[in-house]
Nanobody
Framework: QVQLVESGGGLVQAGGSLKLSCAAS????????MGWFRQAPGKEREFVAA????????YYVDSVKGRFTISRDNAKNTAYLQMTSLKPEDTAVYYC?????????????????WGQGTQVTVSS
């Protein structure tokens, strides 16, 4: 079973930056596309970013384009979400997810493995 563990969340002022990490178990990490999702209290989970298995293709929700960057280091079995110019509306629990397809998707139902989540709070 693949296990994903997020880290790097915390409290930051508006305009600040955070970098989230997602450490994956096993030697098959390089075959999975990876995604980041977030969920604020009282709201449904929403797609944030995805990256293909090779790292050659990335996708972002419009609200984070130009501010967030998804990346991965397959040699380290780790995916990242670099967040800059943070806004209060970015406040949420952020989840790392892996999919057995190699391309990536914005739909959470297509992901097979999920981390436990890490809290990101942006103060105004």
């Amino acid at each position: 079973q693949v296990q994903l563990v997020e880290s790097g969340g915390g409290l930051v002022q508006a305009g600040g930056s955070l970098k989230l990490s997602c450490a994956a178990s096993g030697r098959t990490f390089s075959t999975y596309s990876m995604g980041w999702f977030r969920q604020a209290p009282g709201k449904e989970r929403e797609f944030v970013a995805a990256i293909s298995a090779s790292g050659g293709f990335t996708y972002y929700v419009d609200s984070v384009k130009g501010r967030f960057t998804i990346s991965r280091d397959n040699a380290k079995n780790t995916a990242y979400l670099q967040m800059t110019s943070l806004k209060p509306e970015d406040t949420a629990v952020y989840y790392c997810a892996g999919a057995r397809n190699s391309i990536g998707s914005m739909r959470g139902s297509l992901y097979d493995y999920w981390g436990q989540g890490t809290q990101v709070t942006v103060s105004s």
